[in-house]
Nanobody
Framework: QVQFVESGGGLVQPGGSLRLSCAASGSIFSIYAMGWYRQAPGKQRELVAVITRSGSTNYADSVKGRFTISRDNAKNTVYLQMNSLKPEDTAAYYC??????????WGQGTQVTVSS
């Protein structure tokens, strides 16, 4: 079963921090690299950060140095620590495999709003 459950979003002031969590189906988590994606209103969904099964990471230029992706393989959970948040980080955040294996399977996402 393919399932992603995101949590941890909220309203934060510019410069603030949030930590997002995503619980994924165990069978998926043990096989695939995982990514955090985001979609702002009126924009296409974009890949923000990736972590491989072994823990190698990669980031979009827009978040490099501010966001950190990590994973807990025992808990089938991937995290996104977001620091120094900017208004342009406002979006719905989702996790999924990277590359996306099942394009029709997305979680409900978690909304991040950065505003004063």
């Amino acid at each position: 079963q393919v399932q992603f459950v995101e949590s941890g979003g909220g309203l934060v002031q510019p410069g603030g921090s949030l930590r997002l969590s995503c619980a994924a189906s165990g069978s998926i988590f043990s096989i695939y690299a995982m990514g955090w994606y985001r979609q702002a209103p009126g924009k296409q969904r974009e890949l923000v950060a990736v972590i491989t099964r072994s823990g190698s990471t990669n980031y979009a230029d827009s978040v490099k140095g501010r966001f950190t992706i990590s994973r807990d393989n025992a808990k089938n959970t991937v995290y996104l620590q977001m620091n120094s948040l900017k208004p342009e980080d406002t979006a719905a955040y989702y996790c999924n495999t990277q590359p996306i294996v099942w394009p029709d399977y997305w979680g409900q996402g978690t909304q991040v709003t950065v505003s004063s």
